[in-house]
């Protein structure tokens, strides 16, 4: 069910990009939920939406870890379609409920659904309703996560827009400060935060937050530094607020992560020489690490289906500091403007499709029989099945991958799928 | 609107793909935006099966919706005829394409495509994944169905209804039963929807009668068969011992045959059930919840072949609440109707069983309560799609419950000896592991006097005598003991009140 397709204009650096559209086989944003969720630990996520909602995430999630996990489906059901129920007081009696039972949240998160779309339920209105009456105790916030107008990890990027307009002014008097923007693992934030600290910034925050209750100030002396590619959203309405973002590679590798520090050191003028001082050793022992998997992943040929909008600065990874060739760069949204500065980095004549149309997707890489294939759960074991060696791609929003010394693990999620192979003889 | 944490069935689609998954040269077109495609890691990745489902979904996105989803519907619905060439399309919608009423039944119609279309109208907002399943089945049977047989039916010919993919041992209780049958003479024509095609739903009139496993999906058709074909089915389910001997019974009886014991020499549950040291297996209290056909039939094993005592007895199946209700006053217990994980958590809680037989929720309820747990029905985890062969169902699937029921309590295996040795120096927590060398057994605990009574209410005298029963059983017993003594107003736990709380809860 392939569209023509069309040659997009691309500044001159950037590679050709097609646009394709047909069935997607990706996930909605609700899925960021399981990992945000784990980030904001005093924060509650109800999901307004359909029994399919809840399957989702529960089936998302993989396994039923949690007796009683921090996020919840207010189901919609027949009456409150037909008008029989008002969907506001049952919201606001199951976010009473909710709140009853678990005096522990501290943030509410209402969630938008495909079906809350489709019958335009005002979840922003709702929120600024509970807002009030749970007020000062919960801070009730809104964002959408259906799969009409979000993929994947554009759930996070509406998860942290939502909290922006929450954050506090920063006072023009204090010094500038470094927010460095996506969910990280909490070992790779604090690695980021030494290296800040050793550069000399003094005033560095994350957004998410640990707890609801330290979000950072923004304004006009905020430079924004993104940790991850797909926050084009958050990026706007910090923006709004006076905030500046840092243009830099993404913290993927020894490279993009030294790209990423420098680029910080840039903005606020800290010396080249401090830089080295400070990034030489992380970098030498990223490089070190990435040694032996390099022998292993050279040569490779990788295709990666739309997935994450992690996959130009992967391909950028994989290609520069592992040797491997990409074949075929899936994303489902290309950002070019956040994306520049790795777009320029990829190997030449790499075609990069935006968009997607899954069979159409599946005959190429069925013919071009790639060493490696990056793609989603439902696509793994029956291309394995057909021989192919495949790494699903939501492990890549599961593990710490970032920084100097996760630069190692992720390049093993690749080789892993392969020294497997070597290894079984049956 | 309901709070769901966790939920025991998908939505209504679901249920279909289930069907759709388990035939073979059919194809499911689905209405329905991107997320949805979650659906198909279900079956790839739960399941393991190593091709996709076949379904394609629309995938239509927010700026579709104020042009022509229905177009991209016919377009999607063309599309899968040509690639995948199957001999008949299945169209519907998931719940978000519910809403915007886009008619695929009507669209799909209008395709005028050379293969037959059937519609399933699934309402994603009062129905649930097993009702999805089984509706989809009913139209695919009436839709394939073909005239009632010219010649004689054979009487020893039926038809199995019921596997789907995604279902609980599906495929192991399907060949063990297949098995059984063909052990008595009886002919199996058809088995829908795992592995048939369209075609073969078109024979099915040609057998004498129906064996329907999993009654959540295979009723309704089977009733339908019933009134338009006038072929009987089954009610027996043949789990445990004298569940299958009585679905031998009846299939014998359906079948003219005459009456015969199949006992076969490879059934070992009764005689294990009977060996002396399945003594301690006595009385045992034990939670059931699942599906209504698993927690029947285990509530049935549980009492009668394993001479446990049925404290609780649920299900999520709305649909066959009135079976369980009836089931649990025959048995004295309360019925627990419903799909609130919470409720069913706070039931295990209030009943102190000493297993839970539940789904994979209950395992996780069981885990943190510290209570055994064996998993008997849907939802699904990968661990219930075992390497082996492993059913539920017919003499081996009887086996098989002795096995995983039993092994969650083997530590109450050693319970006597627990008893004659709870004294003894070795056997405490305090104990380093026997295989370690001495040097890393932590350093003894310095002699301090035990903490106040004020916080737990416990005299010192009483606490020290609760450090003699052995570790893994202490919890269990300063909970009932502080129980006992909060019901009576107890203020201080003595070690009189340990007693009368032991005696209390030996009942």
Known sequence: ?426 | MELALWTYEGPPHVGAMRVATAMQDLHYVLHAPQGDTYADLLFTMIERQGRRPPVTYTTFQARDLGSDTAELFKKSCLAAYERFQPSALLVGSSCTAELIQDDPAGLARALKLPIPVVPVELPAYSKRENWGAAETLYQLVRAFAGPAATQPRDPRSCNILGPTALGFRHRDDTREIRALLEGLGIRVNVTAPLGARPADLARLPEAAFNVILYPEIAHSAASWLQRTHGQPFTRCIPIGTIGTREFLAEVMQLADLADADVSPEALRAPWYARSVDSNYLHGKRVFVFGDATHALAAARVATEEFGFTLVGLGTYSREFGRDIREAAATYNVPALVTDDYLAVEARITEAQPELVLGTQMERHIAKRLGIPCAVISAPVHVQDFPARHSPQMGFEGANVLFDTWVHPLMMGLEEHLLSMFREDFEFSDQAAPSHLPQSSQPAPAPAVPLPAAVATGWTPEAERELMKIPFFVRGKARRNTERYAADRGIGQITVEALYEAKAHHAR
């Open chain 1, 1 to 426: 069910m392939s569209v023509p397709e069309t040659l997009l204009p691309t500044a001159c650096a950037t590679p050709p990009v097609r646009f394709e559209r047909g069935q997607r086989e990706v996930f909605c944003g609700l899925t960021g939920i399981v990992w945000l969720h784990r980030k904001i630990q005093d924060a509650f996520f109800l999901v307004v939406g359909s029994r399919t909602c809840a399957h989702l995430l529960q089936s998302a999630a993989g396994v039923m870890i949690f007796a009683e996990p921090r996020f919840g489906t207010a189901i919609l059901e027949e009456r409150d379609l037909a008008g029989l129920a008002d969907a506001n007081e049952e919201l606001d009696r199951i976010v009473g409920r909710l709140l009853e039972r678990r005096p522990d949240i501290r943030m509410l998160f209402l969630v938008g659904s495909c079906p809350s779309e489709v019958i335009k339920l005002d979840l922003g209105r709702a929120a600024q309703r509970l807002d009030r009456a749970h007020a000062p105790g919960v801070r009730v916030l809104s964002y959408s996560g259906s799969g009409i107008e979000t993929t994947f990890t554009e759930g996070e990027d509406a998860c942290l827009a939502a909290l922006v307009p929450a954050m506090p002014q920063a006072s023009a008097a204090q010094e500038t400060q470094l927010l460095v923007v996506g969910a990280l693992a909490e070992i790779v934030e604090d690695q980021f935060r030494r290296i800040f600290a050793e550069l000399g910034l003094r005033n560095v925050a994350f957004l998410p937050p640990r707890r609801a209750g330290e979000l950072p100030p923004v304004g006009p002396n905020t430079k924004v530094l993104l940790a991850q590619p797909f926050l084009s959203a958050t990026v706007a309405v910090l923006e709004r607020r006076g905030a500046h973002r840092i243009p830099a590679l993404f913290p993927l590798g020894a490279e993009g992560t030294t790209g990423w520090i420098r680029a910080v050191a840039n903005a606020f003028g800290i010396a080249a020489a401090r830089v080295t001082a400070v990034t030489e050793a992380g970098e030498r022992r990223a490089q070190r690490a990435l040694e032996g998997l390099r022998e292993e992943l050279a040569g490779k040929r990788i295709f990666m289906f739309p997935d994450s909008q992690l996959e130009v600065p992967l391909a950028r990874f994989l290609s520069r500091e592992l040797d491997m060739q990409p074949i075929e760069i899936g994303t489902p949204y290309l950002n070019r403007d956040l994306l520049s500065a790795e777009l320029a980095l990829l190997p030449a004549g790499v075609p990069i499709v935006e968009g997607q149309d899954v069979e159409a997707q599946l005959d190429r890489c069925r013919a071009a029989r790639p060493d490696l294939t990056l793609c989603g759960l439902g696509l793994a074991n029956p291309l394995e099945a057909e021989g192919l060696a495949t790494k699903w791609s939501i492990e890549l929003c599961f593990t710490p991958i970032h920084g100097y010394d996760q630069a190692a693990d992720l390049a093993g999620l690749f080789s892993r799928p392969l020294a497997r192979r070597a290894r079984l003889r049956v």
